[in-house]
């Protein structure tokens, strides 16, 4: 299976970054919102950037979907970093919503108790189920969702119990995903629109994905006694299972990928999570080897054209 970059960074992503960078400094707290499937490809680095040395909450939302195993353990990779604390969020546990908030308090301490306004910002990735989340928050319908990506498109202010004000920004993607295996999480769990990648070439990546790691719940939901070893025989069989035939008994494979896609986002598959830190340590080396590997090969490309200079400039004396 061939693999691309994936990319997508609209516009109002940009616009929306340098509105955060220039009210970041008012901020006494971030609530950044990642989606439990993929912690890892979901936080965006550049709220890291932003928020410097503020604390952050890390709301790892949509956690019915997950591994609820593989949650706990990103839980705990997470609280071990300093001024970070996180917790595991579904819309199943709408009542757990007072955590938050007393968490905020609790990392403000000297505002909380003198009865001063905590202003806290809350950011996410596209389709992250921030809205929903900020919706629950207010006890009230203040943030419009929807289940395709970048639906908010500019700040607002959301007035909460307990002395905090929250400001909701647009869902922000960074403009360059180094790490293709991210860039697949993201497309897979639909934190990019569909239109900006090869939807069979992310689905293929997924089952590749789910063979090795989540084989028991292919096998249960596609009646596949033996699970094949490939991404294509696994969409030949589990497609000729479905009855998804097109003319001349030639499997719809397209369609069977389409399928494994919207099941996978709709919790219908199983909870499934995509990455671990461990993936996530082995990746970031791979990621910083490849960074280090461009600038040698860039410089060069400035060195060999420095020294194309310097010869023709004997060449003319």
Same mark, same amino acid.
């Given at each position: 299976?061939?693999?691309?970059?994936?990319?997508?960074?609209?516009g109002?992503?940009?616009?929306?970054?340098?509105?955060?960078?220039e009210?970041?400094?008012?901020?006494?707290?971030?609530?950044?919102?990642?989606?439990?499937?993929?912690?890892?490809?979901?936080?965006?680095?550049? #709220?890291?950037?932003?928020?410097?040395?503020?604390?952050?909450?890390?709301?790892?939302?949509?956690?019915?979907?997950?591994?609820?195993?593989?949650?706990q353990?990103?839980?705990?990779?997470?609280?071990?970093?300093?001024? #970070?604390?996180?917790?595991?969020?579904?819309?199943?546990?709408?009542?757990?919503?007072?955590?938050?908030?007393?968490?905020?308090?609790?990392?403000?301490?000297?505002?909380?108790?003198?009865?001063?306004?905590?202003k806290?910002?809350?950011?996410g $990735?596209p389709? #992250?189920?921030k809205?929903?989340?900020?919706?629950t928050?207010?006890?009230?319908?203040?943030?419009?969702?929807?289940?395709?990506?970048?639906?908010?498109?500019?700040?607002?202010?959301?007035?909460?119990?307990?002395?905090?004000?929250l400001?909701?920004?647009?869902?922000?993607l960074w403009?360059? #995903?180094?790490?293709?295996?991210?860039?697949?999480?993201?497309?897979? =769990?639909?934190?990019?629109?569909?239109?900006?990648?090869?939807?069979?070439?992310?689905?293929?990546?997924?089952?590749?994905?789910?063979?090795?790691?989540?084989?028991?719940?292919?096998?249960?939901?596609?009646?596949?006694?033996?699970?094949?070893?490939?991404?294509?025989?696994?969409?030949?069989?589990?497609?000729?299972?479905?009855?998804?035939?097109?003319?001349?008994?030639?499997?719809?494979?397209?369609?069977?990928?389409?399928?494994? $896609?919207?099941?996978?986002?709709?919790?219908?598959?199983?909870?499934?999570?995509?990455? =671990?830190?461990?993936?996530?340590?082995?990746?970031?080396?791979?990621?910083?080897?490849?960074?280090?590997?461009?600038?040698?090969?860039?410089?060069?490309?400035?060195?060999?054209?420095?020294?194309?200079?310097?010869?023709?400039?004997?060449?003319?004396?």
């Open positions: 299976m061939v693999k691309e970059t994936i990319q997508w960074f609209p109002h992503m940009n616009k929306a970054r340098n509105e955060v960078k009210i970041m400094p008012e901020m006494d707290i971030v609530i950044e919102v990642i989606d439990a499937r993929i912690p890892y490809s979901s936080e965006n680095p550049m #709220v890291a950037a932003l928020r410097g040395q503020k604390p952050v909450i890390k709301i790892l939302n949509k956690a019915d979907l997950a591994d609820p195993e593989r949650t353990i990103w839980l705990d990779h997470f609280e071990a970093q300093n001024g #970070v604390k996180a917790i595991a969020f579904d819309d199943n546990k709408a009542d757990d919503v007072h955590k938050i908030i007393e968490l905020c308090k609790r990392m403000m301490p000297g505002k909380a108790e003198s009865g001063r306004q905590i806290a910002m809350i950011m $990735i389709n #992250v189920g809205s929903t989340l900020i919706n928050l207010a006890g009230r319908s203040v943030a419009k969702t929807g289940n395709e990506p970048a639906v908010t498109k500019s700040q607002q202010l959301i007035k909460l119990d307990g002395g905090i004000m400001y909701d920004t647009p869902g922000m403009p360059k #995903v180094e790490n293709e295996h991210s860039g697949y999480r993201l497309a897979a =769990t639909g934190g990019i629109r569909d239109t900006a990648f090869d939807f069979a070439d992310v689905a293929g990546y997924t089952a590749e994905y789910l063979i090795k790691d989540y084989p028991e719940l292919l096998k249960s939901r596609y009646k596949v006694e033996n699970l094949p070893a490939t991404d294509w025989e696994f969409f030949e069989v589990a497609g000729r299972n479905r009855g998804l035939l097109k003319k001349g008994g030639i499997v719809d494979t397209y369609r069977m990928s389409e399928i494994l $896609i919207n099941e996978l986002r709709s919790g219908t598959l199983g909870r499934i999570t995509l990455e =671990t830190p461990e993936m996530m340590a082995a990746e970031e080396k791979v990621v910083a080897e490849q960074r280090i590997a461009a600038e040698a090969k860039k410089e060069a490309k400035l060195e060999e054209k420095r020294m194309r200079k310097k010869r023709a400039r004997k060449n003319r004396k």
